[in-house]
C-alpha cells in the first residue's frame, strides 16, 4: 500500500472518531457512571473504595459480568434501533461528513468500550480537565481494533494492562503507543472502505451494496461487544 492510501486511511479513522464522540452519550464519566451502576450491589462505602481504586476490589466476578452485560445489551437495543433502513452510496469514505449511520454505530462502540473497561477497573480515559486527549484517543483506537479482532491491538493491551498501577493511570511510552495507535487506525481504516468490504472482511458495519438494517446491525455489533468482555476477561485472570 502506498504512503499516501496509509494516510488515507489513518484519516478516515481519525475523522470517525472525531465525529462519533461529538454524540452526548459517547463521552463516560467513570466515577458517574460507576457510582449508578455499583449501588445496585455496594453499600455507598463500596462505592467510594472502588472509585478511589477499582470495581474489582468490591465486585464479584459474577456481578461485573451481570453489570457489563446490561450495559451490552442496553447499547445493542440502541444501535439497533437507531439504524437506518436504507443503504448508502459507495464511496462514502472519500466524503468530508461521515454518515450518520456510521456516527451512531461507533458512536455506541465507544461508550461501551469505556463503561466495560471501568467496570474491570482501568482508570478513567479522561485527564484532569476531564477532556479526552490524544493518549486517550490512542487507547480508545486500540480497543476498537481489538473489538474487530485485530490480534496487533490486543497485544498492544495486554502491554498497556500491565503498565496500569493504582492511582497512577495509564503509563506506557507514549512513542510505544502512538506506533500502535497508527498501525491500528490504518488497519481499521481499510477495513471501512468497500476494497476491504470486497475481500470479505466483514468486521465493521456493512454499509457498502447493502441495506442497513437492525439485524446488519446486531449481528456486527454485538460479536464486537462480545470480543470486547471476553478480552478483558482474559486480562482480568491476568492479574487476578
Request: hydrophobic share 45%.
Amino acid at each position: 500500500m502506498s504512503e499516501e492510501n496509509k494516510e488515507k486511511s489513518i484519516s478516515l479513522w481519525n475523522r470517525v472518531l472525531e465525529t462519533s464522540l461529538r454524540l452526548p452519550f459517547v463521552k463516560v464519566d467513570r466515577d458517574e457512571f460507576l457510582t449508578k451502576e455499583l449501588t445496585k450491589f455496594c453499600t455507598p462505602m463500596e462505592v467510594m473504595t472502588a472509585l478511589d481504586d477499582s470495581p474489582v476490589k468490591v465486585l464479584s466476578k459474577k456481578e461485573i459480568d451481570k453489570l457489563a452485560n446490561q450495559c451490552i445489551n442496553y447499547h445493542l437495543t440502541m444501535v439497533c434501533g437507531t439504524s437506518a433502513l436504507m443503504g448508502l452510496p459507495g464511496g462514502w469514505w472519500m466524503a468530508g461528513a461521515i454518515p450518520a449511520d456510521i456516527t451512531q454505530f461507533y458512536g455506541h462502540i465507544l461508550a461501551l468500550m469505556q463503561k466495560l473497561i471501568y467496570l474491570y477497573g482501568w482508570p478513567a480515559l479522561t485527564n484532569v480537565n476531564k477532556q479526552l486527549d490524544d493518549e486517550s484517543l490512542n487507547i480508545m483506537t486500540l480497543f476498537v481494533g481489538a473489538m474487530m479482532g485485530n490480534k496487533l491491538a490486543v497485544e498492544a493491551l495486554t502491554k498497556v494492562v500491565g503498565q496500569i498501577s493504582k492511582n497512577a493511570g495509564i503509563k506506557i511510552s507514549e512513542g510505544v503507543m502512538a506506533h500502535y495507535a497508527i498501525k491500528i487506525a490504518q488497519w481499521i481504516g481499510i477495513n471501512m472502505t468497500k476494497e476491504g468490504f470486497a475481500k470479505g472482511v466483514g468486521k465493521v458495519l456493512p454499509l457498502v451494496g447493502a441495506p442497513i438494517s437492525a439485524t446488519i446491525t446486531y449481528y456486527t455489533f454485538r460479536p464486537m461487544a462480545r470480543r470486547l468482555k471476553k478480552h478483558l476477561d482474559e486480562l482480568y485472570d491476568m492479574r487476578h
